[in-house]
Each structure stands twice: as C-alpha cells, then as structure tokens.
C-alpha cells in the first residue's frame, strides 16, 4: 500500500526557536496533504490543508505565522513551527491524498518544547 | 459543525470475545464513514468505510453499518485477536464543496486485547 514517512519522529527543542517537519508520500503523488495534531487522549485536530503549489488553508482558530506549510512537490509538504513554546508540545500528524481520494497517514512527530 | 463521539475508552476484551466500539456523528449532508485504526508506533490506517447510508463496510473480520436514521456508525468484531489491540478511530468526511477530503474524528478508543 501507499505509505508516507514523516521526518523527524521525534524532536526536542527550546523555547523560541522554529522545528521544521517534513512528510512525503514515498510511492504516489500528493497534490493535497492535511496536518493534524494530536494531544494526549484526544482526538486529531485538523490544523491545514496544504495543496500543492499553492497557499495552505488553516482551519479556524489555527495561527498560519506560527505553523507555516510549504508544499513544494508532489512529493513533500513541511510544517515548521516557529518560535516554538511549550504549548506547542504535541503529536503532529500527516496525511497524503492519492488520486483516489484516499488518504494515508504518516507515523507522526512528537514535538517537546522546553 | 461536524462532530462524531466514540464510546470512552479503554476497552479490554479476552482473545474471542465480541467487540462493539461505538460511534455516533452529527453532520449535514450525506458523509463517507470510515473506521481507522492506530497500531502502537505506526499511522493511522484505513480499517473500513462506508459512503451512502445502509452500505456495510468490511475488513479483516471487522464490520460496520453506516446507519442514517440513528447517525451511527458502529465497529464490530465477532472475535478478536491479541493482534487487535489499537486505538481505533471513527471519522466523517464531506461528500463535496470545500470541506471535501477533511476527516472529522471522534476521540478514539484504545482496545486492549489479552490472550
């Protein structure tokens, strides 16, 4: 099946700097790719769609100077988190659309911020 | 908004016993159903789904009904296995317009299966 990776799995930084997390659709094409993020016991909020060539759409609520989506290729869309706080702490997730509609899930990025 | 509610979790089951998870939603429209599941470490993958009301959807010895007169859509097994034990999602997904392609998800429900 489609499979998806997401870079890094796991990442620590410090409080104000930016972390940069890439997800790829390793053996099919993507024009759109969603992020989610998870928080402990709960469900996967969607925070972007990100389409190929074009500006992420965010979901309400969701800063769009804080979590910047740039999604180059086919291939590859990348979330970075930018001066990044404690609550910023989560599991973010992402997901590739094939050209029938499906939608595979990457392993996620647990993202700690001290 | 949309919304969909999983039962609350943690369910714990001996190896073939029945399992029922269920889920309710709240959407207008007509929206695809689906069913995913998480395995420790891993992404979520695509259990089942169901995109018009009464299909069944099935995998891997798993089925669920998509029912519009009770906004349900509930997992069952008839017999699970050790190798069951995951987070299972519910999700909704519009059928069209600009919300087409987003996944609503319930909370999720741990399974833990003991031999």
């Known amino acids: 099946g489609a499979v998806v990776s997401q870079h890094p799995s796991r990442v620590i930084c410090k409080s104000g700097t930016s972390v940069k997390i890439e997800c790829r659709s390793l053996?099919?094409?993507?024009?759109?790719m969603f992020w989610y993020r998870q928080f402990p016991k709960k469900s996967l909020m969607l925070m972007a769609t990100s389409n190929e060539g074009s500006k992420a759409t965010y979901e309400q609520g969701v800063e769009k100077d804080k979590f910047l989506i740039n999604h180059a290729s086919l291939t590859l869309s990348t979330l970075t988190v930018t001066s990044a706080h404690p609550e910023d702490s989560s599991f973010y997730i992402c997901?590739?659309?094939?050209?029938?509609?499906?939608?595979?899930f990457g392993p996620g990025t647990r993202l700690t911020v001290t | 908004g949309d919304s969909v509610t999983q039962m609350e979790g943690p369910v714990t089951l001996s190896e073939e016993a029945f399992l029922t998870i269920n889920c309710t939603y709240t959407a207008t429209g007509y929206p695809s159903l689906f069913w995913y599941v998480q395995y420790p470490g891993e992404g979520l993958q695509l259990l089942l789904k169901a995109t018009k009301a009464d299909d069944k959807g099935s995998n891997k010895g798993f089925e669920a009904t998509y029912r519009k007169e009770t906004t349900s859509f509930h997992l069952e097994k008839g017999s699970v296995q050790v190798s069951d034990s995951a987070v299972y999602f519910c999700a909704l997904s519009r059928a069209g317009g600009t919300s087409y392609g987003k996944l609503t998800f319930g909370q999720g429900t741990i399974l833990t299966v003991h031999p």
């Open positions: 053996d099919f094409q993507a024009t759109t």
């Open positions: 997901s590739a659309r094939d050209t029938f509609y499906e939608q595979y």
